[in-house]
């Protein structure tokens, strides 16, 4: 099932509390996880030069799923720590309008993957390294 709903917030954290931040957020991903019918999955960004802007988002299945993530008490706890530690919080429900799978091979590879179970990863922008970083 290709998911039709996604939450979107754009977090920006208090300096300082960045890695409190990515610990919160974790946390809620894992609440939301003990739903009934989570989210497919839980990205968050961080910007490249603004180590206080993140934005997050999560693919789900319908608008209802979300909706039924809203009403849920240890959800809506979750949210709240990873809120107090940002000094404005700009969170949305959206519907998915298009989608263009511009690499399908690689596209396949990550279904693949993703079949395995659920996966965290975080990242550190500061050990991850690539050569077209020193270009720009």
Known sequence: MTPTAYTIARWRVAPGQEEAFRTA????VEALTRLAR???CG???QHRTDPTLF???G???DAEDIDQMCHDPAGQDAFLKVA???VDAEPGVFRLVEKIECRPDRAERARKRTRRGLRRSLVD???????HDDEA
């Open 25 to 28: 957020w974790v946390e809620l």
């Open 125 to 131: 922008p500061a050990r991850e390294r690539r050569p």
């Open 59 to 61: 693919p789900w299945d």
């Open 38 to 40: 989570p989210p497919l």
């Open 43 to 45: 990205t968050l960004l």
């Open 84 to 86: 107090a530690l940002c």
């Open 55 to 57: 934005y997050s988002f």
